[in-house]
């Protein structure tokens, strides 16, 4: 039975990001694991994919099957050790002479791996070739050998990096939709002296309760009500954040501002979340909730402004606060 | 750039000067880990100087009041220096100025613990 690694399971999760297993053949790893196969002077190589429990072949010339057992694996060996790792006659080596590979068809006798590295630096699986008479490698089919394992590992990366551009081309799809979506979504912004939809990022809140303050100083508000709606602000776009994007980057949080001709300031932050019950909230203030640790940014919002509307199941709260008479 | 807290000690009193980035967003559940750190190893008079602390949040305000009750039930004390007007204000809002001892002069500060050990 081969050993498994004690760091199998991020090395199991590095083999994930490749989304190479149960792929279909492709000529660039065939040729090489061909190549491997003509410089080796073996009748069979492999481009072998070590799974949980199983050992996938991406390329395999010469042997029809497409994966084994990991139980009856020499490549599950050869990723445990650096560098190529060479049986020169499974029959004579205790830990293969009972492989079912070995004592019996298709009878392997030799076998020489050289492990595939992420770029994490996890040993994903092997360039091998096996041959079914005990021999060795010449030092040029060695070298040759791992020259040809980089070549392995450049398709897999080119492959990898291929996935990540396509998900962030993705993302950056998904989150110009919900931008589009969420602008939408608050058709009164015509009159917006302030309308900014941010990425769910705590970094973009000051810059927003910058801009809030900037409006109100320009129209005349008295510093500590421009401070109760900057902290309002900042409540409300940190809780879209936290709950509403569960801190998530990608997704985003519409601001806007308007000051009426009342002198009445109204704040919309608007998130993509599910929503909730702003009428559940608990009471920070009584007794049992006073040293809790959450559970007053509502309780701020509602105290620092006017009026507090909770809107669309609570995905969208609307804040008004009056400018204060000149004393 | 990992955020550090910088702290000191008068005497059995720890001091830790609170800087304002720790106060943004989530940024207390650092500070919230350090007291608890302190406390598991048996410092129980702490002393929060806030001097720093421009605008502290509700999350802010979460952690200072949840710890504070902690150590007041090891037989500990939580207790603010040089808080700004509006950090105040919001500590006002939630009900916590009456409880939470605050001082602008550090001596005065580090004095009021041993004040609380004669008693």
């Known amino acids: 039975m081969a050993t498994v690694s004690h760091d199998e399971s991020s090395r199991l999760a590095a083999l994930r990001q490749y989304r190479i297993l149960d792929t279909e053949p492709e000529v660039a790893f065939d040729d090489l694991a061909l190549l491997a196969s003509h410089i080796c002077e073996t009748p069979i190589a492999l481009i072998s994919l070590v799974d949980a429990d199983r050992q996938w072949f991406k390329a395999h010339p010469g042997i029809a099957v497409t994966q084994t057992s990991r139980a009856v694996s020499f490549c599950s060996h050869a990723i445990e050790h650096s560098g190529l790792f060479i049986v020169p006659d499974a029959r004579e080596d205790e830990r293969f002479r009972d492989n079912p590979f070995v004592a019996g068809g298709p009878f392997f006798r030799f076998y020489a791996g050289a492990p595939l590295l992420a770029r994490e630096g996890e040993a994903l699986g092997t360039l091998c070739v096996i041959d079914r008479v005990p021999r060795n490698l010449t030092q040029g089919q060695r070298e040759a050998l791992d020259a040809l394992r980089r070549q392995v590992e450049g398709q897999l990366e080119l492959r990898r990096n291929l996935h990540e551009l396509r998900d962030a081309l993705a993302a950056r799809d998904r989150a110009e939709a919900d931008v589009a979506t969420l602008s939408g979504l608050i058709p009164f912004c015509s009159t917006c002296q302030m309308d900014l939809t941010i990425p769910a990022d705590p970094s973009a809140i000051p810059?927003?309760?910058e801009g809030v303050t900037a409006v109100l100083r320009e129209k005349g508000w008295q510093d500590t009500e421009v401070i109760a709606v900057e902290l309002s602000v900042q409540e409300a776009i940190a809780n879209a954040i936290r709950h509403g994007c569960q801190n998530d980057a990608t997704k985003h949080v519409q601001c806007c501002l308007m000051v009426e001709s009342s002198g009445e300031v109204v704040i919309v932050v608007r998130?993509?979340?599910?929503?909730?019950?702003?009428?559940?909230?608990?009471?920070?203030?009584?007794?049992?909730?006073?040293f809790k640790s959450s559970g007053r940014g509502v309780f701020l919002i509602n105290t620092l402004m006017d009026r507090v509307d909770f809107v669309d199941g609570g995905r969208e709260v609307q804040m008004r606060k009056k400018k204060a008479a000149a004393s | 750039?990992?955020?550090?807290?910088?702290?000191?000690?008068?005497?059995?009193?720890?001091?830790?000067?609170?800087?304002?980035?720790?106060?943004?967003?989530?940024?207390?559940?650092?500070?919230?880990?350090?007291?608890?750190?302190?406390?598991?190893?048996?410092?129980?008079?702490?002393?929060?100087?806030?001097?720093?602390?421009?605008?502290?949040?509700?999350?802010?305000?979460?952690?200072?009041?949840?710890?504070?009750?902690s150590l007041r039930g090891r037989g500990g004390h939580l207790k603010l220096l040089r808080p700004s007007p509006r950090s105040l204000h919001v500590l006002s809002i939630a009900r916590l100025t009456d409880i939470l001892e605050s001082f602008d002069d550090e001596d005065e500060a580090v004095r009021s613990f041993q004040s609380n050990a004669r008693i």
């Not at chain 2, 509700?58 to 009750?69: H, Q």
Request: proline residues 7%; hydrophobic residues 45%; without cysteine.
């Open chain 1, 207 to 209: 810059r927003i309760a």
């Open chain 1, 271 to 290: 998130d993509p979340g599910t929503g909730f019950d702003a009428s559940a909230v608990p009471n920070p203030l009584n007794s049992e909730n006073l």
């Open chain 2, 1 to 69: 750039m990992a955020i550090s807290i910088p702290e000191r000690s008068i005497g059995d009193v720890v001091i830790l000067e609170v800087p304002p980035q720790v106060m943004f967003y989530e940024g207390a559940a650092l500070l919230r880990a350090r007291i608890t750190e302190l406390v598991g190893t048996g410092h129980l008079k702490l002393l929060l100087d806030l001097h720093h602390v421009t605008h502290l949040d509700s999350f802010g305000v979460g952690v200072i009041a949840s710890k504070y009750v």
